[in-house]
């Protein structure tokens, strides 16, 4: 029995350990069911969840644009960070007690550095995210509890705390204030960074440079920025967001290359002349528009272009590029074309006389008048070169009658091989038939060739020349005969080495003979010192040049007048060439006492610029009494500038090639900065400008400026390591 009773103990166990293996195997096979159920079926869409959740991927980094730079490497147009300020009030870091502990002080700091809010007001944003946040986080976790799936939209975890953006220097200042100086998982501060375009020069040569659209990434909207916008942009780079311990930190997968740097031929100076110059007489004449364009006689670059439009009584801005867009008949500064054209084909010489009499002279029934006929004066006879002095239309007219009115083929055919209609690709953005040049030719079946247009087209009727043309082709006058081209960007630069320079390009080799050259740069001469240009001769140097007065064709008929003055200084040894012109001025017009005077104004800005000023005598006990600021930079150019003022300084420490300079009663103390060393941030505090833009971009570094004179504060501190590409933004007192 006892037996029995074993055997079937032991059967009921075997049959227990049977089902216990079975039970076991079932969800042992159900795990494996469930593994690869999760793994290969329901994988990608728990993998895609779990990245979701965890990785933030594809997200674009914004390539630095490039900077577009002055002629001495001053900044025209440069990038500069700013930024918005939010805090996420539901950071896990955030600690109630702490943050009513500083929340009076951190409203404080926040009034006194950007007052459009005060304390009380920046309290109550944070108070009030804060206790956003607390509600929003009872609503998740109510919803949590009662298994509803409903969303809650969370507005806590991006609360802007400042109006404006700010940029990096008060960014770093910020991140000082009370609350705000823990790490940011603690104090839930955060930014989001966007560029703004920063013009250091203010509205200078604006048209010229021009301006990008408010969204960065859609690139120039006008000027350079416009016509190398694909340069400039750069190419964005890659990377994701990963979630690491509760921590948001960005993963590069393909970094951003930044654009390349544009150096322009302007001279910011000139710049400054010429826009002043211009601005004051269209005020003064209360005149639609105008332009003006300064070149350099023997290389073609553009040191001045500026294009003023009236946008209101009194006021004017950059608005078209006038210089290019100007397609008007540009009247008598034409005559010059048809003398060179007419002496160099031996029809006249400049002492021949030509029959004016009381300056009207019918051809064909239509008449061609001088400014002066209604005075009745009868003039006679006078000579070619007096015709030019005086700008008399039926001088040139009949002139041109003389030499071609029964082959007028030839005559236009040699104004196209000047080169004065040749198709030029310009540095700037234009539309249609802006920046050509429109002469026809007597076969021309669009703009039918009238009976009359030879004798109208000599004097600058029935023709299209706008600005930039006349400019080029009086400075192949000024230029000894060869006609060059006109251009604004000098040099492409990555990372301050030189990609691409651009060199002087010829339009026409020699425009005329020497003979024929000789007598009109005479004759010019003579329209300003006994001509149309009288008012503009100046006492400092010679200068020659022709006068312009134009009706300005509209509906049929004309409507106001285009004045212009295009020449060279100084006449005898040309440097520079300038072309100015105004639309419809009020009053009488006049191409001598309008653009003549803009004219003399720039040319004797450049004039007395250029000079070398010459110490005055003084006492020496007064001399010595002046201490001059002395600003830190290099030794060598310092200690140049001092022994020319016969100033002495007192030098402690080893001289290197860099120093820090300042004073005492009565002396000048120098002394090495050796902080300057390779691959480390420098210390420019007290530099000029240039100074410090030279070493921080020698070092690798990209400068942003802000402000003039010496550098008071720099956004990277001295001695940390250069990171190769990073932007430095230095403050100017």
């Known amino acids: 029995m006892a037996k029995k009773s074993e055997g079937t103990t032991k059967n009921i166990a075997i049959s227990r350990y049977g089902w216990l293996t079975l039970f076991l195997s079932l969800i042992f096979i159900a795990i494996i069911v469930c593994i690869f159920k999760i793994k290969y079926a329901e994988g990608p869409m728990w993998r895609e969840l779990g990245r979701q959740e965890t990785v933030k991927k594809d997200r674009e980094i914004r390539p630095n644009r490039g900077n577009i730079y002055a002629d001495d490497n001053r900044l025209l147009a440069t990038s500069e960070p700013l930024y918005g300020i939010y805090v996420d009030f539901m950071a896990e870091g955030i600690k109630k007690d702490t943050l009513m502990k500083y929340v009076t002080p951190l409203s404080q700091a926040l009034a006194k550095k950007f007052p459009d809010r005060n304390a009380a007001q920046y309290k109550r944003v944070i108070l009030d995210g804060w206790e956003l946040s607390r509600r929003e986080l009872a609503e998740i976790e109510k919803n949590r509890a009662s298994g509803s799936n409903k969303k809650v939209k969370v507005r806590s975890r991006y609360v802007r705390i400042i109006r404006p953006d700010i940029n990096y220097i008060e960014l770093k200042e910020l991140q000082k204030f009370p609350f705000f100086n823990q790490r940011s998982n603690r104090?839930?501060?955060?930014?989001?960074?966007?560029?703004?375009?920063?013009?250091?020069?203010g509205r200078l040569a604006g048209?010229?440079?021009?301006?990008?659209?408010?969204?960065?990434?859609?690139?120039?909207?006008?000027?350079?920025?416009?016509?190398?916008?694909?340069?400039?942009?750069?190419?964005?780079?890659?990377?994701?967001?990963?979630?690491?311990q509760g921590r948001w930190i960005d993963i590069v997968l393909e970094e951003p290359t930044d654009?390349?740097?544009?150096?322009?031929?302007?001279?910011?100076?000139?710049?400054?002349?010429?826009?002043?110059a211009l601005y004051n007489k269209l005020v003064e004449t209360k005149a639609e528009s105008g332009c003006a364009i300064v070149m350099e006689v023997a290389t073609g670059e553009i040191k001045a272009i500026t294009n003023l439009d009236r946008v209101s009584e009194g006021v004017y801005a950059e608005g078209n590029p006038n210089a290019f867009s100007y397609m008007s008949e540009p009247g008598s500064t034409f005559k010059t074309v048809s003398l060179m054209v007419?002496?160099?084909?031996?029809?006249?010489?400049?002492?021949?006389?030509?029959?004016?009499?009381?300056?009207?002279?019918?051809?064909k029934g239509r008449v061609v008048r001088d400014h002066d006929w209604r005075k009745g004066k009868d003039k006679g006879y006078v000579t070619v070169a007096r015709g030019m002095y005086s700008s008399l239309n039926v001088a040139i007219a009949k002139m041109i009658l003389k030499g071609y009115e029964n082959d007028p083929q030839k005559y236009v055919q040699h104004i196209h091989d000047l080169g004065l209609t040749k198709k030029i690709e310009w540095d700037v953005p234009l539309k249609g038939k802006e920046g050509t040049?429109?002469?026809?030719?007597?076969?021309?079946?669009?703009?039918?060739?009238?009976?009359?247009?030879?004798?109208?087209?000599s004097f600058g009727y029935e023709t299209q020349v706008p600005p930039i043309y006349m400019l080029m082709f009086y400075n192949g006058i000024a230029n000894n005969g060869k006609m060059i081209k006109p251009f604004l960007t000098k040099a492409f630069s990555k990372d301050g080495k030189i990609q691409e320079e651009f060199e002087t390009e010829v339009i026409n080799p020699q425009l005329c003979s020497e003979k024929t050259l000789n007598e009109i740069r005479d004759i010019l001469r003579g329209v300003v010192t006994d001509g149309t240009g009288k008012a503009i001769n100046s006492e400092l140097f010679p200068i020659a040049g022709k006068t312009g007065t134009a009706m300005i064709a509209a509906r049929g008929g004309y409507e106001g007048y285009y004045v212009s003055f295009c020449g060279y200084f100084p006449s005898d040894n040309p440097k520079y060439t300038c072309f100015v012109?105004?639309?419809?001025?009020?009053?009488?017009?006049?191409?001598?006492?309008?653009?003549?005077?803009?004219f003399k104004n720039i040319a004797e800005g450049i004039y007395t610029r250029s000079l070398v000023a010459t110490p005055i005598s003084a006492p020496k006990d007064t001399v010595n009494s002046l201490i001059p600021v002395v600003k830190s930079g290099s030794l060598k150019n310092t200690e140049i500038v001092l022994n020319k003022l016969n100033q002495t300084y007192n030098f402690s420490g080893e001289k290197v090639e860099w120093i820090k300079a300042g004073s005492a009663i009565n002396e000048i103390l120098l002394?090495?900065?050796?902080?300057?060393?390779?691959?480390?941030?420098?210390?420019?505090?007290?530099?000029?400008?240039?100074?410090a833009v030279y070493l921080l971009e020698n070092g690798g570094l990209r400068v942003n400026l802000t402000g003039a004179g010496k550098v008071k504060q720099q956004s990277i501190p001295p001695g940390n390591?250069?990171?190769?590409?990073?932007?430095?933004?230095?403050?100017?007192?």
């Open 259 to 276: 654009g390349w740097d544009i150096k322009t031929t302007l001279n910011v100076d000139i710049q400054d002349m010429a826009e002043k």
């Open 342 to 363: 007419a002496l160099e084909d031996g029809v006249v010489t400049p002492n021949d006389s030509i029959f004016v009499g009381n300056g009207l002279f019918e051809y």
């Open 671 to 691: 002394e090495g900065n050796n902080s300057v060393q390779q691959g480390v941030v420098p210390n420019v505090i007290g530099m000029g400008a240039r100074d």
């Open 581 to 598: 012109g105004i639309r419809r001025p009020q009053g009488s017009p006049s191409g001598g006492l309008m653009p003549g005077a803009v």
């Open 437 to 457: 040049s429109v002469i026809r030719f007597p076969d021309d079946k669009v703009n039918i060739w009238s009976k009359t247009t030879l004798p109208w087209m």
């Open 721 to 733: 390591k250069i990171t190769k590409g990073a932007t430095i933004t230095i403050e100017l007192n």
């Open 207 to 244: 048209r010229t440079v021009g301006s990008i659209f408010k969204d960065i990434e859609s690139g120039g909207s006008s000027g350079l920025e416009m016509k190398y916008d694909s340069l400039l942009r750069g190419v964005p780079g890659l990377k994701t967001r990963q979630r690491v």
């Open 187 to 201: 104090s839930g501060l955060f930014t989001e960074e966007r560029t703004m375009r920063l013009k250091p020069f």
